[in-house]
């Protein structure tokens, strides 16, 4: 997830099979009961060297995240030293305990994602890289409950604190400083879990590797990087993580290896730019995205509905896109998702909708989901999932109800889940008042808005209606010939009855590229609640799919306009993608904007 003042409240929930440790490799501090629990299985686990990555993924099953618990970073406030305990506990988390994790793998999941913050004990500003014992010795130990509950095992390296930024830094000692982190980290923890079985699995990174190699957390000079660049240091980060995992020798010679998406973004890791790593062991790499789209409806507090054929319609639109990996014989897990609590605690509408249609997503495809969970779906204090139908949902998916069937029947089952999805969508628009427009062929104007909560109006390339928060009136046009055009958001109807703040906007265009290909975007009034803005710079008409026309509002990621951006005139002075000040930006009732659509000059 983001950091923690954006994931704090993030959600989701999942894990089978049996087999485990084989010689862990263990500090003074293991107890008798580890030790136990290597010996009983170690004869188990030699079988499991012996499978490839397209048949770990298969039982893998379901899987949930140990979210918000070892990645909370806790080391601004109590420094480096403080008991390990305090880092777990600092984002509201309870102490986890074995037996909350055998209450996980009782509820039908087959895997547990650790996500993990190795520098809260570590003094890397001043270049000692060295992991704090006790950090490695806490984390060992609530994986060794996992194995012992015959559970696969995932652990990476999380946000973090936003250490990763150091890669975007201007400065070359910076970056060298980022590098030698992330290859001691990993020789640290590939030492520590050397002799481990394949039941445990490695992972590179979380969302940091892509755009968030800029970001400014630990180095204030970074943000230099294009997005060609952060496909290159992306691509370079997987294939050192392979090749430092490997050569510690033992069992991460052949172990299973799970490999960050840019961004984890479907979209973004399916561009050619994204390359697997390179790897001297034989079908052993998996590779890892999240899904939390549309993010109006899986990441805002606000009450909002995943109901719409067009809901429906993205999500398996998504899923289908992995294809390009899967097809080519490597597995994907959905390492993060699932559909945030509202601000009350309760659940989202369509909660077990959205659910069933990823899961059967996932089963049609071969993927693995791993819900993001926080204490919201799976409950440490009851041990169990109180809401009896995501309940069931999740017994009847898990690996050991799953395996009973032939792949022709998860298949069937799959694709008459998705069909029945689709049929609901589009009956639940035929009884709506609001007119849903079909942009799946046609050029449609809208506007894309991300208040301080990131939520607002369908932020992204693709054109979806129904990804904005619940009350909130967005008026799109068809663009059919070249011309004059007027889109707005009207947020009186939310429950705020506005958008807070601004975090993203642009102009998007559904298929302009396509249709109108070399067409400008030309602005001509802009108005926020009523009144008129005075822009802060020259806007420009970019694309970043190839196939969606842009023209950004407020993005803060691109710092200078693109080489193919495009204007009227041609000229390429004062261009921006910063038109609007944020910081003056307060409450948004209503956003206009009128525009000139036509070929330059």
Same mark, same amino acid.
């Given at each position: 997830?983001?950091?923690?003042?954006?994931?704090? $409240?993030?959600?989701a929930?999942?894990?089978?099979?049996?087999?485990? $440790?084989?010689g862990?490799?263990k500090?003074?501090n293991t107890?008798?009961?580890?030790?136990?629990?290597?010996?009983?299985?170690?004869?188990?686990?030699?079988?499991?060297?012996?499978?490839?990555?397209?048949e770990?993924?298969k @039982?893998?099953?379901?899987?949930?995240?140990?979210g918000?618990?070892?990645?909370a970073y806790g080391?601004?406030?109590?420094?480096?030293?403080?008991?390990?305990?305090q880092?777990?506990?600092s +984002?509201?988390?309870?102490v986890?305990?074995?037996?909350?994790?055998?209450?996980?793998?009782?509820?039908? &999941?087959?895997?547990? @994602?650790?996500?993990?913050?190795?520098t809260?004990?570590?003094?890397?500003?001043?270049?000692?890289?060295?992991?704090?014992?006790?950090?490695l010795?806490?984390?060992?130990?609530?994986?060794?409950?996992?194995?012992?509950?015959?559970?696969?095992?995932?652990?990476?390296?999380? +946000?973090?604190?936003?250490w990763?930024?150091m890669?975007?830094?201007?400065?070359?000692?910076?970056?060298?400083?980022?590098?030698?982190?992330?290859?001691?980290?990993?020789?640290?923890?590939?030492?520590?879990?050397?002799?481990?079985?394949?039941l445990?699995i490695?992972?590179?990174?979380?969302?940091?590797?892509?755009?968030?190699?800029?970001?400014?957390?630990?180095?204030?000079?970074?943000g230099?990087?294009?997005? %060609?660049?952060?496909?290159?240091?992306?691509?370079?980060?997987?294939q050192? &993580?392979?090749?430092?995992?490997?050569?510690t020798?033992g069992?991460?010679e052949s172990? &299973?290896?799970?490999?960050?998406?840019?961004?984890?973004?479907?979209d973004k890791?399916?561009?050619? @730019?994204y390359?697997?790593?390179?790897?001297t062991?034989?079908?052993?790499?998996?590779?890892?995205?999240?899904?939390?789209?549309?993010?109006?409806?899986?990441?805002?507090?606000?009450?909002?509905?995943?109901?719409?054929?067009?809901?429906?319609?993205e999500?398996?639109?998504l899923m289908?896109?992995?294809?390009?990996f899967?097809?080519?014989?490597?597995? $994907?897990?959905?390492?993060?998702?699932?559909?945030?609590?509202?601000?009350d605690?309760e659940?989202?509408?369509?909660?077990? !909708?959205?659910?069933?249609?990823?899961?059967?997503?996932?089963d049609?495809?071969?993927?693995?989901?791993?819900?993001?969970?926080?204490?919201?779906?799976?409950k440490? %204090?009851?041990?169990k999932?109180?809401?009896?139908?995501?309940?069931?949902?999740?017994?009847d998916?898990?690996?050991?109800?799953?395996s009973?069937?032939?792949? %022709?029947?998860?298949r069937?089952?799959?694709?008459?889940?998705?069909?029945?999805g689709l049929?609901?969508? @589009?009956?639940?628009?035929?009884?709506s *008042?609001?007119?849903?427009?079909?942009?799946?062929?046609?050029?449609?104007? +809208?506007?894309?808005?991300s *208040?301080?909560?990131?939520?607002?109006?369908? $932020?992204? *390339?693709?054109?979806?209606p129904?990804?904005?928060?619940?009350?909130?009136?967005?008026?799109?046009?068809?663009?059919?010939?070249?011309?004059t055009?007027?889109?707005?958001?009207?947020?009186t109807?939310?429950?705020s009855?506005?958008?807070?703040?601004?975090?993203?906007?642009?102009?998007?265009?559904?298929n302009g590229?396509?249709?109108?290909?070399?067409?400008?975007?030309?602005?001509?009034?802009?108005k926020?609640?009523?009144e008129?803005?005075?822009?802060?710079?020259t806007?420009?008409?970019s694309t970043d799919?190839?196939?969606?026309?842009?023209?950004?509002?407020?993005?803060?990621?691109?710092?200078?306009?693109?080489?193919?951006?495009?204007?009227?005139?041609?000229?390429?002075?004062?261009?921006?993608?910063?038109?609007? %000040?944020?910081l003056?930006?307060? !409450?948004?009732?209503?956003?206009?904007?009128?525009?000139?659509?036509g070929?330059? !000059?």
């Open positions: 997830m983001k950091k923690m003042k954006h994931f704090m $409240v993030l959600a929930l999942m894990s089978f099979f049996t087999v485990a $440790v084989s862990c490799s500090t003074d107890t008798a009961e580890q030790t136990e629990t290597v010996t009983e299985t170690t004869e188990e686990a030699t079988t499991e060297a012996e499978l490839s990555a397209v770990v993924a @039982r893998m099953g379901n899987g949930i995240n140990l918000n618990t070892m990645e080391r601004k406030t109590v420094g480096i030293s403080a008991e390990v305990s880092y777990e506990t +984002w509201g988390q309870p986890t305990t074995k037996e909350m994790i055998d209450g996980m793998k009782a509820a039908g &999941f087959d895997s547990i @994602r650790i996500p993990v913050a190795w809260n004990m570590m003094d890397f500003e001043n270049g000692d890289y060295t992991i704090n014992p006790l950090l010795d806490r984390v060992q130990e609530i994986v060794d409950w996992a194995i012992a509950a015959d559970m696969y095992v995932i652990v990476n390296d999380h +946000w973090d604190g936003g990763w930024g890669f975007g830094s201007e400065t070359k000692e910076t970056q060298d400083r980022a590098m030698e982190l992330y290859k001691s980290m990993w020789t640290q923890v590939s030492e520590r879990f050397k002799d481990y079985s394949d445990l490695l992972e590179s990174a979380n969302e940091e590797l892509g755009s968030r190699l800029n970001d400014r957390d630990y180095a204030e000079d970074s230099n990087l294009t997005e %060609d660049e952060c496909y290159t240091l992306t691509n370079l980060i997987n050192t &993580f392979v090749d430092v995992v490997r050569s020798g069992k991460n172990r &299973f290896l799970l490999i960050a998406g840019y961004n984890t973004d479907i890791t399916i561009d050619d @730019r390359k697997m790593p390179t790897d062991a034989t079908d052993k790499l998996l590779l890892s995205v999240h899904y939390y789209t549309p993010w109006s409806y899986c990441g805002a507090t606000a009450q909002a509905s995943f109901k719409s054929e067009a809901a429906y319609k999500m398996n639109r289908g896109k992995l294809s390009k899967t097809d080519a014989g490597i597995p $994907v897990v959905i390492g993060e998702y699932g559909a945030l609590l509202t601000a605690g659940y989202k509408n369509n909660t077990i !909708e959205f659910t069933q249609n990823l899961l059967a997503n996932c049609l495809y071969g993927l693995v989901p791993m819900l993001w969970d926080t204490n919201a779906f799976f440490k %204090d009851l041990l999932i109180e809401y009896e139908e995501l309940a069931k949902l999740y017994l998916n898990s690996y050991a109800k799953q009973a069937l032939s792949e %022709d029947d998860i069937k089952n799959a694709q008459d889940m998705l069909a029945t049929a609901a969508g @589009r009956l639940n628009d035929e009884n *008042d609001e007119v849903i427009l079909d942009g799946s062929e046609k050029a449609i104007a +809208w506007i894309m808005y *208040d301080g909560s990131w939520v607002g109006n369908n $932020v992204g *390339d693709v054109y979806n129904t990804s904005k928060v619940d009350g909130l009136i967005a008026n799109d046009v068809e663009i059919t010939e070249a011309g055009y007027t889109i707005s958001i009207d947020a109807g939310t429950a009855g506005h958008l807070t703040g601004l975090i993203f906007s642009a102009i998007g265009i559904s590229e396509l249709l109108f290909p070399g067409y400008i975007i030309e602005l001509k009034e802009l926020i609640n009523g008129p803005y005075t822009l802060l710079g806007p420009f008409t799919d190839k196939i969606c026309t842009r023209l950004n509002l407020y993005n803060s990621w691109v710092t200078e306009a693109p080489a193919e951006a495009r204007t009227k005139d041609g000229s390429k002075e004062g261009l921006s993608a910063q038109l609007i %000040d944020p003056g930006i307060d !409450e948004v009732q209503t956003l206009e904007v009128t525009f000139e659509y070929p330059a !000059e």
